[in-house]
């Protein structure tokens, strides 16, 4: 995301975690952006417990997909948002919008509206996310102590950057001109990149979904072997 997109997120997500209870999701999607960003990145944002107090855990997917269908999906994050609106037809609207969910909505819930993962969506559901989540939040607190003593977000983020815990992809919110107060923002990558397919290729039957190399098609067993 540009800069100044960054901050208008961040500072939505800053004012999500004051405001909404333990649980609570939200949704970003930032189309490709030629030159800049090849392929769409989604996000979604839980409210947890850490130390007594609020965090959010971001989920990312890396999608290999074009503006028209990262649309669709910031459409379909809209339909089931708290405060559905008309539908996104200019991707840098739909990437300035943080997509607040229905209250009571699970991250399994979210995932299956657009994603076609079993074994993704098994590890959530089990809670085997669990560990790798309080792996990331552990990482998080230096973070969290650094930008509470006064150290600059600048310095911070390039601690992040350079310790590997924002990693090659860019999927993070910069902290450039954000207060995070004593929220820490932790990132755990969800999964690997996906296509988005209409149809299955060796019987035809619809799948209208995200799905990565290895995906079998649950009418035909057809292995999905990626492009």
């Keep these: 995301m540009f800069l100044g997109e960054g901050k208008i997120i961040c500072d939505d997500l800053f004012s999500f975690a004051q405001k909404h209870s333990i649980g609570r999701l939200s949704a970003w999607?930032?189309?490709?952006?030629?030159?800049?960003?090849?392929?769409?990145?989604?996000?979604?944002?839980?409210?947890?417990?850490?130390?007594?107090?609020?965090?959010?855990?971001?989920r990312a997917i890396l999608a290999d997909i074009d503006a028209k269908k990262a649309l669709d999906i910031a459409n379909i994050f809209s339909a089931v948002s708290e405060s559905p609106e008309e539908q996104y037809?200019?991707?840098?609207?739909?990437?300035?919008?943080?997509?607040?969910?229905?209250?009571?909505?699970?991250?399994?819930?979210l995932l299956n509206l657009f994603v076609d993962d079993t074994e993704l969506i098994e590890v959530?559901?089990?809670g085997k996310d669990?560990?790798?989540?309080?792996?990331?939040?552990?990482k998080a607190s230096k973070y969290s102590e650094k930008i509470k003593?006064?150290?600059?977000?600048?310095?911070v983020y390039n601690s992040m950057v350079s310790d590997g815990f924002i990693g090659s992809y860019d999927i993070?919110?910069?902290?450039?001109?954000?207060?995070?107060?004593?929220y820490t923002i932790g990132h755990s990558l969800a999964s690997g990149e996906y296509k988005h397919v209409k149809n299955c290729g060796k019987c035809?039957?619809?799948?209208?979904?995200?799905?990565?190399?290895?995906?079998?098609?649950?009418?035909?067993n057809g292995e999905y072997l990626g492009c």
């Design 29 to 58: 999607v930032s189309p490709p952006v030629s030159g800049l960003y090849p392929g769409t990145k989604i996000m979604i944002h839980e409210i947890v417990e850490w130390r007594g107090d609020k965090a959010t855990l971001n």
């Design 130 to 138: 669990l560990k790798v989540r309080e792996e990331v939040l552990q």
């Design 89 to 109: 037809s200019d991707p840098e609207r739909a990437r300035r919008k943080l997509f607040l969910m229905e209250e009571g909505m699970s991250v399994v819930d």
């Design 172 to 182: 993070s919110c910069p902290t450039v001109g954000v207060s995070f107060s004593e």
């Design 204 to 220: 035809g039957v619809s799948i209208d979904k995200l799905i990565k190399k290895g995906y079998k098609c649950s009418s035909c």
């Design 149 to 155: 003593n006064g150290v600059s977000s600048v310095e």
């Design 124 to 126: 959530i559901r089990s």
